[in-house]
Nanobody, 125 residues
């Protein structure tokens, strides 16, 4: 069974930091682009960050540029999202996703075929 399992969410004060992780099991995504998306209550799921299969190319949504960093450990088949300077508007469920047929860092949600269960991030003011 193919799974993406996120961890690291929680409650943090505005200005704080969190580090999310996403571990793959059941198959390797080391040759796939990986991404992070988020969904706040009453809103559509939106792109946050993506990383290429090699880890050398990244792509960020404008609202997280300079605050969030995506990275990957190919040996562990794990992707990370380092989130700094968190704001209350960053509150959402964060999802990890894999795009098995894409090698570059893509923001297109339709290209992601595998999804994790999500981890809640809550930023208090």
């Amino acid at each position: 069974q193919v799974r993406l399992v996120e961890a690291g969410g929680g409650l943090v004060q505005a200005g704080g930091s969190l580090r999310l992780s996403c571990a793959a099991s059941g198959r390797s995504f080391s040759s796939s682009a990986m991404g992070w998306f988020r969904q706040a209550p009453g809103k559509e799921r939106e792109f946050v960050a993506a990383i290429s299969w090699s880890g050398t190319s990244t792509y960020y949504a404008p609202f997280v540029t300079g605050r969030f960093t995506i990275s990957r450990d190919k040996g562990k088949d794990t992707v990370y999202l380092e989130m700094n300077s968190l704001k209350p508007e960053d509150t959402a469920v964060y999802y990890c996703a894999a795009a098995p047929y894409v090698a570059y860092a893509t923001p297109e949600i339709v290209e992601y075929d595998y999804w994790g269960q999500g981890t809640q991030v809550t930023v208090s003011s």
